[in-house]
Each structure stands twice: as structure tokens, then as C-alpha cells.
């Protein structure tokens, strides 16, 4: 079975950092352009940032630019988000999602449809 987990969810401070992560299992995510994305309460999910198969192209919607990084480690099929400077409106469940189309040749922030599976999120919490 097909899994993304992400974990490293939690409760920050302002101006604080976090690292989350997002672990494939039943899959090689060699093959996948990653995204991540949020759901914060009462909004629709937004795209955060990606990063395509080989590393090479790496995306971030504008309000995360300079805070926010992606990285990916093949040989523990996982990939990373660390976000540092957190904002109270960064409070949200983050997502992790994988693209496997070989047609796209790098990843892109949207559409969402693009992205085939999904995990389970992990939750954000940015308050003092």
C-alpha cells in the first residue's frame, strides 16, 4: 500500500522554527515530485512549496520565500520542510503529496489535482 506520513507537527512560539517531514512507504520517492501544502481552519488548502524528482527545481509560493526550505534525502525516502521565522497565520495542518507523472518535467505549486497521493497531515501551531 501507497503511504506518505508526515510527522514534526507541533506547538511553536513566534519567531520560532519547525521541521517537518514526509516519509514514503510501499513506494520510491526517487520517482515522485513532492509538494507540501496547509489547511488552515475554515480556508482552502494552499500550496507551500515543492521540489521536483532530482532536487533540481525547487518552488515556493511567495509568503513562504526566505522562510521557509525543502529538501529531500532519497535514501531515506523523505522529504523536509523547515520553516523558521513562524507567523501565527502559518498555524495549520501541512500536507505532504506526491506527483508521479513522468509527462510533468518539474514540480509546480498547483494544480493539487496533479498531486496523486496524499498523507495524512500533521498539525502546526504557531501562538505564544
Known amino acids: 500500500q501507497l503511504q506518505l506520513v508526515e510527522s514534526g507537527g507541533g506547538l511553536v512560539q513566534p519567531g520560532g522554527s519547525l521541521r517537518v517531514s514526509c516519509q514514503a512507504a510501499?513506494?520510491?520517492?526517487?520517482?515522485?515530485?513532492i509538494g507540501w501544502f496547509r489547511q488552515a481552519p475554515g480556508k482552502e488548502r494552499e500550496a507551500v512549496s515543492c521540489i521536483s524528482r532530482n532536487g533540481h527545481t525547487i518552488r515556493f509560493t511567495d509568503s513562504m520565500k526566505g522562510r521557509f526550505t525543502i529538501s529531500r534525502d532519497n535514501t531515506k525516502n523523505t522529504v523536509y520542510l523547515q520553516m523558521n521565522s513562524l507567523k501565527p497565520e502559518d498555524t495549520a495542518v501541512y500536507f505532504c503529496?506526491?506527483?508521479?507523472?513522468?509527462?510533468?518535467?518539474?514540480?509546480?505549486?498547483?494544480?493539487?489535482?496533479?498531486?496523486?497521493?496524499w498523507g495524512q497531515g500533521t498539525q502546526v501551531v504557531v501562538s505564544s
Open positions: 510501499g513506494f520510491n520517492l526517487d520517482y515522485y515530485h
Open positions: 503529496a506526491a506527483d508521479g507523472n513522468t509527462a510533468h518535467a518539474m514540480c509546480n505549486l498547483t494544480p493539487l489535482i496533479a498531486y496523486d497521493y
